[in-house]
Nanobody, 124 residues
Framework: QVQLVESGGGLVQAGGSLRLSCAAS????????MGWFRQAPRKEREFVTA????????RYADSVKGRFTISADAAKNTVYLQMNNLKPEDTAVYYC?????????????????WGQGTQVTVSS
């Protein structure tokens, strides 16, 4: 099993930026795709972005395209989420997750290890 620990959340004004980190331990994750999801109060957990370690293939939700960037550092076993031009609707708990395989998938059911989440709050 892989342990995932997110960090970097916080309170920011609309238009601001945050960088989330997801550190993996327990075993190497470079054979799996990694994703970020988020969950706002009273809403379902939704896909934000995902990346494959090999080839660097990425996918983004339409709501974050052009504002968020996912990246991965294999040497550090860490995935990052750079969030720019944040909006109040981005407010949520952000979760890092490891996919079951190498495919960059948007379904939360294709991910089997999850971090504890980090809160991102964007004020208007």
């Amino acid at each position: 099993q892989v342990q995932l620990v997110e960090s970097g959340g916080g309170l920011v004004q609309a238009g601001g930026s945050l960088r989330l980190s997801c550190a993996a331990s327990g075993r190497t994750v470079s054979s799996y795709a990694m994703g970020w999801f988020r969950q706002a109060p009273r809403k379902e957990r939704e896909f934000v972005t995902a990346i494959s370690w090999s080839g660097g293939r990425t996918r983004y939700a339409d709501s974050v395209k052009g504002r968020f960037t996912i990246s991965a550092d294999a040497a550090k076993n860490t995935v990052y989420l750079q969030m720019n031009n944040l909006k109040p609707e981005d407010t949520a708990v952000y979760y890092c997750a490891k996919a079951r395989g190498q495919l960059v998938t948007i379904s939360k059911y294709d991910y089997d290890d999850w971090g504890q989440g980090t809160q991102v709050t964007v004020s208007s």
